[in-house]
């Protein structure tokens, strides 16, 4: 079994920050890929920002605004958001794809943390 507990989110006005938090634990072997996706009212989830170690990729939307940051010896990865927009209003999913102990290949979501952007 494996957990992510996420933290962070809440209310941010709009240009400013906020920062979400994911810290993966369980049965893990080793963590390929971090990611956050996030899903607005009425849309479809959609990926934010994802890293293996040595690739990261943004959605157009947050790149340069957004940054991931992913923290191997602890199994947390964070999302440093800036310069917000009430656009950026959704559930935040922290996403973890890794080996178990026993070799199985495995993807976990987070239960989510709402960011809301408003005045």
């Known amino acids: 079994q494996v957990q992510l507990v996420e933290s962070g989110g809440g209310l941010g006005q709009p240009g400013g920050p906020l920062a979400l938090s994911c810290a993966a634990s369980?049965?893990?072997?080793?963590?390929?890929?971090m990611g956050w996706y996030r899903q607005a009212p009425g849309k479809e989830r959609e990926l934010v920002a994802v890293?293996?170690?040595?690739?990261?990729n943004y959605a157009d939307s947050v790149k340069g605004r957004f940054t991931i940051a992913r923290d191997n010896a602890k199994n947390m990865v964070a999302l440093q958001m800036n310069s917000l927009k009430p656009e950026d209003t959704a559930v935040y999913y922290c996403?973890?794809?890794?080996?178990?102990?026993?070799?199985?290949?495995?993807?976990?979501w987070g239960r989510g943390t709402l960011v809301t952007v408003s005045s």
């Open positions: 890293t293996s170690g040595r690739t990261t």
């Open positions: 369980g049965s893990i072997f080793s963590i390929s890929d």
């Open positions: 996403n973890v794809r890794c080996y178990t102990y026993l070799r199985r290949y495995i993807e976990v």
